[in-house]
């Protein structure tokens, strides 16, 4: 636990499942006050809420688009209105769409770029206004993905929306460091959460993804959260603009891990 952490403000965009879920409850934990956004799933936002509730913390549930500028402002609103302001901003909402590139659609491209890139910059944009005009210190986390350095056939789109967010992480990280302004991304590797339900019901393809992780097994949602509450405390408060990667080691070319090539 992070004591810094009692009583400050969090907004958590696709807090209703997998690891906003785990960032909302962890931040509940640190007695922190958070904003829990969904898209669709409101009793899994209120279940985030109720336990943050239970361990200490506030919580309020705002279902909202974060690939809209209105709904990124509603976050914030929602925080000032509720509790009184924002010191940590957490873009963790993202979604996939696997398609060959030669086949994929304009639409499915838009879906994936309005929610892991353009939800990125809406909630950042949002969070950083506030910061700059009230002269306050600030935190802003970005979920990007080993994907960010991997590339991933089939996953053009997805790929391309986290290669984005690492550099406008780094950017704006070195953009604010003067006004005490930190922004940073985390990179999970595969996490067991409901983006990935499909794949894992399959035992086969369970089987090769732990196979693709020198730690050989798959991550929790809470072992992100960990991340995420670190990067949000002051005990980190020397580090900006990093992609803080949480993958069992899936990025350290686990090809090789027994001495081939
Ligand atoms: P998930 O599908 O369990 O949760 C994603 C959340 O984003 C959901 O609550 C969903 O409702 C929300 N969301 C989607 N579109 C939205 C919109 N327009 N507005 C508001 N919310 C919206 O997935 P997860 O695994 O918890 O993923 C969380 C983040 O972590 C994503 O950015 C994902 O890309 C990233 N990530 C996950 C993994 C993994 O293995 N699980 C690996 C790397 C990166």
């Not at 986390?141 to 996953?155: A, C, G, K, R, Y």
Request: proline share 3%; hydrophobic share 40%.
């Amino acid at each position: 636990m992070y004591s810094d952490l009692n009583g400050k403000v969090a907004v958590v965009t696709g807090g209703s499942k997998g690891i906003g879920n785990a960032i909302s409850k962890r931040f509940g934990q640190e007695k922190m006050s958070v904003v829990i956004n969904y898209h669709s799933d409101k009793d899994g936002a209120q279940q985030a809420a109720d336990a943050v509730e239970e361990a200490g913390g506030h919580a309020v549930i705002v279902q909202a688009d974060i690939s809209s500028e209105a709904g990124a402002k509603e976050l914030l609103q929602t925080a000032i209105d509720n509790f009184g302001g924002l010191d940590v901003w957490i873009n963790n909402a993202g979604m996939e769409i696997k398609s060959p590139t030669h086949e994929a659609t304009l639409d499915d491209w838009n879906k994936v770029t309005a929610v892991n890139q353009t939800g990125v910059f809406l909630g950042c944009k949002v969070a950083l206004n506030y910061f700059v005009t009230n002269e306050k210190k600030g935190n802003i986390i970005n979920m990007s993905s080993v994907h960010e350095q991997i590339p991933w056939p089939t996953f053009a789109s997805y790929a391309a929306a986290k290669g984005s967010v690492k550099l406008f992480t780094k950017t704006i990280a070195m953009e604010y460091a003067k006004q005490n302004i930190r922004v940073n991304g985390i990179g999970p590797g595969a996490i067991n959460t409901p983006i990935n339900a499909e794949k894992f019901a399959d035992k086969k393809q369970y089987d090769k993804t732990v196979s693709m992780v020198p730690m050989n097994r798959i991550g929790k949602p809470e072992e992100v959260a960990a991340g995420a509450a670190w990067l949000a405390s002051d005990e980190s408060s020397y580090v900006t603009g990093i992609t803080l990667f949480i993958d069992g080691g899936m990025t350290l070319y686990p090809a090789f891990k027994d001495g081939e090539g």
